[in-house]
């Protein structure tokens, strides 16, 4: 049995079409006769492809249907939550420039990374859930069983990125000795997360081969690895 999970939430167009590509490369290369296959997917919200069958032209069917898809807004919300922060940096620096006092830009600046770390926490935590919840409905499956987990690299820490970009520019914000952005980064940690799909992988009997739109593949029985 061989179920391929797009999460398709984490995917850019681009990098979508490129994974795909890889996906059924794959598939060509590792498939056998009598093998049974399913593609399901998630984007905030799961769906099922096909049930397990030996159909290839269903596959593909599944497949194209996924690369012509909307993907998600992550994109645009990272760059939204970056320019805010860039924004209210360069606000305080021109009030500096002129004499003024800003107001507390830092504060402004730790609310909008919060935010954007707070959402992307949810998003990837529910991707993990979705994973881990077909994960656990295969193990009543005889035989070899095998997920391959198509997407980006889940973040341990989400949101990390943008509290990076508020330590960089918190020199230029007012009140910024009021806290540090990269130990705010760490209350978003999800490592013990990501190591509970390796858990129901386990549990299944499933081995994960994490695919990422780079090619690179990696695998092992009960973790999931990219």
């Given at each position: 049995y061989i179920a391929v999970f797009f999460d398709n939430y984490s995917l850019s167009p681009g990098n979508r079409t490129r994974l795909i590509a890889g996906v059924r490369a794959m598939i060509k290369d590792t498939i056998r006769p009598g093998d049974q296959l399913s593609v399901v997917s998630w984007n905030r919200r799961f769906l099922s492809r096909t049930p397990f069958s030996a159909d290839m032209a269903q596959l593909d069917a599944a497949l194209d249907s996924i690369s012509h898809e909307v993907g998600s807004s992550i994109d645009s919300e990272r760059r939204q939550a970056e320019r805010q922060i860039d924004d209210i940096s360069t606000q305080a620096a021109f009030a500096q420039s002129i004499g003024k006092t800003a107001p507390d830009t830092y504060s402004s600046g730790l609310s909008a990374a919060r935010h954007?770390?707070?959402?992307?926490?949810?998003?990837?935590?529910?991707?993990?859930?979705?994973?881990?919840?077909?994960?656990s409905s295969m193990?009543?499956?005889?035989?070899?069983?095998?997920?391959?987990?198509?997407?980006?690299?889940?973040?341990?820490?989400?949101?990390?990125?943008i509290f990076q970009?508020?330590?960089?520019?918190?020199?230029?914000?007012?009140?910024?000795?009021?806290?540090?952005?990269?130990?705010?980064?760490?209350?978003?940690?999800?490592?013990?997360?990501?190591?509970?799909?390796?858990?129901?992988?386990?549990?299944a009997g499933v081995t994960v081969y994490a695919v990422n739109p780079n090619g690179t593949t990696r695998s092992r029985s009960g973790t999931v690895e990219d």
């Open positions: 954007y770390a707070d959402t992307r926490t949810r998003d990837v935590k529910s991707s993990i859930n979705a994973i881990g919840s077909y994960l193990s009543g499956l005889d035989g070899k069983k095998v997920m391959i987990l198509a997407g980006e690299s889940l973040p341990l820490r989400p949101g990390a990125e970009r508020l330590e960089v520019a918190r020199s230029r914000m007012t009140n910024s000795q009021a806290g540090a952005p990269n130990l705010e980064s760490g209350q978003y940690d999800l490592s013990r997360d990501v190591t509970s799909l390796g858990q129901a992988a386990n549990t």
